[in-house]
C-alpha cells in the first residue's frame, strides 16, 4: 500500500509562484509513475501532469503545460510540481497520485494523497 502526503499549498497572488510536494511511504516508490491532479470547487478532479519513474516521460494538460513542471527525486521518495505564472482559475486542491501506468486517466491511479488547498487570488 502506498500512503501520500502532499504539502506546501496555501494562497498565492496572481502571476505569482508556489511549489507543492509529495512524500510517498513505499520502498519501491521508484517503479511508480507519479502524476498531480486537481479538483476545484464544484467541478471534477482533473488531470495536471504526470512523470515516469525513469524521468523520461513527461506529460501536462494543456491547460498548465508552460507554467508548471512536475519533476521526482526516487532517492528521496518525493515528487514535486511547481507552479508559475499563476491564474485564479489555479485554485484547487491539489493531490499526488501514484501509477503502475503512464497516463492521465484518474481510474488508472490507485493511490492518491489526501491533497493540500492552492487558492489563487489578490
Known amino acids: 500500500q502506498v500512503q501520500l502526503v502532499e504539502s506546501g499549498g496555501g494562497l498565492v497572488q496572481p502571476v505569482g509562484s508556489l511549489g507543492l510536494s509529495c512524500t510517498a511511504s513505499?520502498?519501491?516508490?521508484?517503479?511508480?509513475?507519479m502524476g498531480w491532479f486537481r479538483q476545484a470547487s464544484g467541478k471534477e478532479r482533473e488531470f495536471v501532469a504526470a512523470?515516469?519513474?525513469?524521468?523520461?516521460?513527461?506529460h501536462y494538460a494543456d491547460s498548465v503545460n508552460g507554467r508548471f513542471t512536475i519533476s521526482r527525486d526516487n532517492a528521496k521518495n518525493m515528487v514535486y510540481l511547481q507552479m508559475n505564472s499563476l491564474k485564479p482559475e489555479d485554485t484547487a486542491v491539489y493531490y499526488c497520485?501514484?501509477?503502475?501506468?503512464?497516463?492521465?486517466?484518474?481510474?488508472?491511479?490507485?493511490?492518491w494523497g489526501q491533497g493540500t488547498q492552492v487558492t489563487v487570488s489578490s
Open positions: 513505499e520502498r519501491t516508490f521508484s517503479r511508480f509513475v
Open positions: 512523470i515516469t519513474w525513469t524521468y523520461d516521460n513527461l
Open positions: 497520485a501514484a501509477s503502475e501506468y503512464f497516463e492521465s486517466r484518474i481510474s488508472g491511479y490507485p493511490y
